[in-house]
Structure formats: C-alpha cells, structure tokens
C-alpha cells in the first residue's frame, strides 16, 4: 500500500516538473533576441564604427541612449505642436500717382519697422513710369506693413502665401540635439580608446556627425530667418491720366480754326526760315552759280539769233 502511495507522489512530481519546463520553454519562445531591433535605432543617425571594440558595455549603453533620445524627441514634438513655424510671402500691385516718391516712402517706412529692402527698381515704359520693390519685415508687423501699403494707391492685386513648415523645423531641430549627444558620446568613448585604430576610428566618426551637424544648423538658422522676417514685393504702375470729353460748340469751333491758321503761319515763317539759313550756307558759291547761269544764257541766246538769221534755204 505504502509502495502505491510513493509511485502515485513520484506521478505527480514528474508531471509537475514536466509542467514547469514546458511553460519555461514557452516564455523563452515568446521572447526570441532580435538584434534587428537594437539596430534599428541606431539607424536614425550615423552609425557607430563597426570596427571599434572596447567591450560590450559601451554599444549597449550607446543603444541605450539612443533609444531614450528618440523616446524624449517623440514627446518634444507633442509639446511643441501649437507653436507653428509660418513662413508668409505678400505680393501687391498699385496703381499709383508717383511711382519715385511712393517707392522713396516704403524704402523709409521699411527701415522704421527694423525692416530691409531686398530689392529696387524703376523704369519708363510705353509713357508711364513703372517700378518694383521687394522689402523683408518682422513677422509681428507684416499686417500693419501690408495696411500701410495697400493705401498708398489704387490697390490691383494683393495676395498672400503661408508654408508652414512646423514639421520640417522640429524634425530637424530633433535631429540636432540627437547628433549632438551622439558627438558627445563619441567623446567619452575617445576618451577611454587605448589604441591609435580606435582613436582614428572615433574621430572619423567625429567628422561625420559634426558635418551633419552643420548642415542641420545651416537650415535651420536659413528657416529661422524666413521665419522671422516675411517677404513683400510690391508692383508699381503709374496712373495714366484720362482727357475729359468735351461737346463740341462754335467757341471750340473758333478755337481750333484760330489754331489751323497760327499753325498754317507758323509753317510759312519756318520755311522761310530756313530759304535764308540755305541763302546763307550757299552765299560763297552765289557768284560761280550766277556766272554758269549766264554763260548757259548767252550760248542758248547766240544759237536761236544764228538760227533766226540764215532763214530757211530756197532752190
């Protein structure tokens, strides 16, 4: 009896131990080690050296601490989504009494609002005067400036552009502080390497993220700056003026007959004017024209008496 008790017990053990193995077996199969995941992140940035080897603590903390980057950049970009980054472009056209003096008065106004002008011009076309000019103005005082210039004239046309470019700024600005705490990594691990291939190794890869970062404060400064400072250009054309239609009456009528006959003098008097001017260009040579004119007569003059004085011959 008791040898059954023992065998039943010695059951029950074996299922229990069976049982536990089993389940440790499929916790270990759920949990598979994936090196893809590790690197995945790193991927987001330069890749550290593959050939650098100081131990298997310094690439796990790296990993680490890429990880946690990109978890804090992830929430920076929620907390900074209600501050959008606006870049806003105005084009206006005028029609106006004095294209020099209104282009003057922008130029003045420009400055007074910290402002700039990045480009001027004026021409003279078919009459009329026509001019350009393109001002930069602090994002605060672009309305107050786009009011102030469309009273300047009659208004044509005015539109205005807006390119958000909130997820380009912080993307980038994210990026920034990520290579950043990379660079500074790659200073520790400097640091610690013992070997010249390591330290030419770690600098190499130094270059590397110091380069983009670099790039990524080029754009951003660029971006901050069309942030801060919205474009205007404006167009301006001259006011033609327009001749009033009048109706005809006999007081025009005389007018303009008075008018025909002055002309009509004038015309006479400037031609005269100008038989004395050639009188005078031709008086030198006055006595060789008047001698060839009577040399010409007397041969002409001889000829016809000669004629006259033989008659017609008789048989």
Known sequence: MRALINKKRSII??????FAGMLLLACSAGAPYSPKGDMATQESAPAPMATYDS????????????????????????????????????????????????????????????????????????????????????????PQAVQEIEGLGELKDSQTNT???????????????NLERQEERYLDILADASTTEDVLNVERELVRVREHIEVLKGQLTYMEHQISYST???????????????????????????????????????FITWIIIAGGYMLPITPLILLGLYIFYRKVYSRRKNDSSQGPETD
């Open 13 to 18: 053990l074996l299922l229990i131990i069976s």
């Open 232 to 270: 205007i250009t404006i167009q301006l054309q001259e006011r033609k003026s327009i001749t009033e239609y009048s109706k005809p009456s006999f007081a025009t009528a005389f007018e303009s007959a008075g008018q025909a006959v002055q002309n009509s003098i004038n015309m006479i008097l400037t």
């Open 55 to 142: 131990g298997s603590t310094p690439s796990m903390e790296l990993t680490s601490t890429s990880n946690r980057v990109n978890t804090q950049n992830r929430n920076e970009q929620t907390e900074v989504v209600n501050d959008r980054k606006l870049i806003q472009t105005v084009h206006i056209t005028l029609e106006v009494e004095n294209v020099v003096g209104v282009l003057r008065y922008i130029t003045d106004s420009t400055n007074q609002m910290n402002g700039f002008v990045q480009d001027s011009r004026s021409w003279q076309s078919n009459s009329a005067q026509h001019g350009y000019i393109t001002i930069r103005i602090p994002a605060e005082r672009l």
């Open 163 to 177: 390119l958000d470019v909130t997820e380009q700024y912080f993307d980038r600005e994210a990026r920034l502080r």
